[in-house]
Nanobody, 121 residues
Framework: QVQLVESGGGLAQPGGSLRLSCAAS????????MSWARQAPGKGLEWVSA????????YYADSMKGRFTISRDNAKNTVYLQMDSLKPEDTALYYC??????????????WGQGTQVTVSS
């Protein structure tokens, strides 16, 4: 059974940083691409970033480029999202998701429960 558990959310000031973690279990982690997505209050789900199964390739939504960094540790079955230069508009529930294959272009079939990020002074 696939399980994804996010952690690391919380309250940050504008310009601050947070590091999210997603611990995965129930599948062969290093065979699958992983993504982060978010949902702000009253808005739809927004894809944030993805990383290939072999760590070689990373992808970001335009508004996150240069501020967010995705990484993964296949030995620890964990994917991370380092968020720097946070803005109030980054406030959202952040989810990690497993892709159907090792390609970021494949769909996502499993989601965690989310971790809340609030950016406010």
């Amino acid at each position: 059974q696939v399980q994804l558990v996010e952690s690391g959310g919380g309250l940050a000031q504008p310009g601050g940083s947070l590091r999210l973690s997603c611990a995965a279990s129930g599948f062969t982690f290093n065979n699958y691409a992983m993504s982060w997505a978010r949902q702000a209050p009253g808005k739809g789900l927004e894809w944030v970033s993805a990383i290939s199964s072999d760590v070689r390739n990373t992808y970001y939504a335009d508004s996150m480029k240069g501020r967010f960094t995705i990484s993964r540790d296949n030995a620890k079955n964990t994917v991370y999202l380092q968020m720097d230069s946070l803005k109030p508009e980054d406030t959202a529930l952040y989810y990690c998701a497993k892709h159907l294959t090792n390609s970021y272009a494949s769909g996502m079939d499993s989601w965690g429960q989310g971790t809340q990020v609030t950016v406010s002074s």
